[in-house]
């Protein structure tokens, strides 16, 4: 065993706080679980709350106070909305996915560094370098011969 | 057209199963640009899907390619003993709203070379098509509604063949086939007693016939639209889903309506209604003595609800009707009675160790 890394960990889980939804603390626990993961393996994870099961509003509203909001926060406009909003627990970002009318459509929380939803993607920068070039590319030259002399 | 499904499902871009949402693979982004589809937009729209579908959000990147890919598969729809409701389903699913650019995007996922209803052909050209369909290899065979048993009984005769005969002969090549609606899934309305025609699932007519093709059941009276497009697009991006007994998909019948219902909590601790409208009933409690059959029917229809999942039945104060089972028009509830108003005979209040007063305020004692 040469590295630290290498030691086997085990992450007890924590009994809930009192009064706390047991969903909510195994969903944290979880939670705790997959940044652990991807601090050792860099290996993102999502969990989505529709298949959170009990997931009442009560519950709901318990797990949104216990992650918090962190320090960033985010939005997609692209007729779609995507809020995106990093908790007290960096690396443990909600998402929330709203269509053209606002309703809720999803609802994930994504352990990674950076959502991948924020990053932009080779092929949308390829394209947006075109449209720069154009856009800065010199005008072509005016024809400002006069007709009479054209001719 | 390409019709190698098995092609389509393992192209994918690197991510992992458990993993977080991936980004898109180059061509799926270039495809994207191209057709000016904001990629943000269509990976939230992924993100809903995956999340409908019960899916990994890992698999956002395999959906979107999918939704995307050059290659169609062929659907030939046959429709045999049926209404044309889950026909009418479908085509109001969110996939085929129409509309919106990733709406059509979706509906072209599909080649929907075959459909009575939907083409224009008719007659001889129709049939001419059919038969070409069905001599290629790999389609994904649609059936809609029973089929009579016996192929000369004259209860279902088109194109001068019989229901058993067209089944057959499109079946032979099909690499899939998706039984929907309840009557081609289990016989459904046109096997209700007295079944005058002999009609048949489209289960046991492949068992009789010797047919042993992939076969995924999408029950419902009809199905809810999104679970019909869904197993499709299940299929598309992830191969065959896991199956119940019955042949149903777990993603979308692993549950009973009644387990997603939000008037659940009252059916254990009472008060239970006792009549339609009556006060229990407008304040959200259980429908379980009007008949609800939701605690054994198997159906997304509390977590996907209908109508671009606005609600679902028992938020208009009606009881399920288990229109997503076996033989759902024949059930026999308490008192040996048939009804979708008779309380089912099962899972009595006093076989779940209830109180007596969660059922017998008011009105008749179905549990003695």
């Not at chain 1, 993102?44 to 909001?69: E, F």
């Not at chain 1, 939005?75 to 009318?101: C, D, F, N």
Request: aromatic share 6%; with cysteine; hydrophobic share 40%.
């Amino acid at each position: 065993m040469t590295n630290l890394s290498d030691i086997p960990v085990l992450a007890e889980r924590a009994e809930p706080l009192p009064g706390e939804s047991p969903v909510v603390s195994a969903v944290l626990n979880q939670v705790m679980e997959l940044l652990a993961q991807f601090l050792a393996s860099g290996t993102a994870a999502a969990l989505d709350l529709k298949r959170v099961p009990r997931m009442d509003a009560a519950t709901y509203r318990q797990l949104k106070d216990a992650l918090s909001v962190g320090e960033v926060t985010a939005t997609v406009k692209a007729e779609v909305t995507v809020e995106i909003t990093e908790t007290q627990y960096p690396g443990v970002w909600w998402l929330t996915h709203r269509k053209e009318q606002g309703a809720i459509v999803t609802e994930v929380i994504e352990i990674t560094d950076l959502p991948v939803i924020l990053k932009s993607h080779a092929v949308d920068m390829r394209a947006g370098l075109r449209r720069l070039e154009q856009a800065l590319a010199p005008p072509p030259p005016r024809d400002d011969t006069p007709d009479r002399v054209r001719r | 057209m390409n019709t190698d499904l098995s092609n389509r499902v393992d192209q994918g871009s690197a991510q992992t199963e458990a993993g977080g949402a991936a980004t898109f693979d180059e061509a799926t982004a270039t495809r994207l640009l191209a057709l000016g589809i904001s990629r943000r937009r269509f990976m939230s729209y992924c993100a809903g899907l995956a999340s409908l579908l019960a899916l990994p959000q890992a698999m956002v990147p395999r959906l979107a390619q999918a939704a995307t890919s050059a290659t169609l598969p062929s659907v030939v729809y046959m429709s045999f003993q049926e209404c044309t409701g889950c026909l009418e389903s479908m085509v109001n699913s969110f996939a085929f709203g129409g509309g919106t650019t990733i709406d059509n995007l979706i509906l072209n996922m599909i080649s929907l070379d075959y459909q009575e209803t939907l083409m224009a052909a008719a007659g001889d050209q129709a049939e001419d098509l059919l038969l070409s369909l069905t001599a290629k290899t790999g389609y994904v065979l649609v059936v809609d509604g029973s089929i009579p048993a016996d192929w000369d009984s004259g209860y279902f005769i088109s194109g001068e063949r019989s229901g058993v005969a067209r089944f057959k002969a499109a079946a032979q090549k099909a690499g899939l086939i998706v039984a929907v609606g309840t009557c081609a899934s289990f016989g459904g309305l046109p096997k209700a007693n007295p079944n005058p025609t002999g009609a048949m699932s489209i289960g046991d007519l492949m068992k009789g016939l010797g047919i042993t093709k992939p076969l995924v059941n999408v029950s419902g009276c009809p199905p809810i639209p999104e679970v019909i497009t869904g197993v499709i697009l299940y299929y598309l991006s992830k191969g065959m889903p896991q199956l119940d007994s019955l042949q149903r998909p777990t993603v979308f019948y692993g549950e009973t309506v009644h387990d997603g219902c939000y008037r659940m909590s009252s059916f254990m601790e009472g008060p239970l209604a006792q009549a339609f409208d009556d006060s229990n009933s407008r304040k959200g409690k259980c429908l379980y003595q009007l008949g609800c059959k939701g605690i054994v029917t198997h159906n997304a229809c509390a977590s996907v609800r209908w109508n671009q999942g606005t609600s679902f039945p028992m938020m208009s104060g009606h009881g399920c009707i288990g229109c997503s089972e076996p033989d759902f028009w024949d059930r026999l509830n308490a008192k040996n009675q048939k009804g979708f108003y008779v309380p089912i005979a099962t899972g009595s209040g006093h076989s779940r160790g209830l109180p007596c007063e969660v059922c017998h305020t008011d009105g008749d004692d179905y549990d003695d």
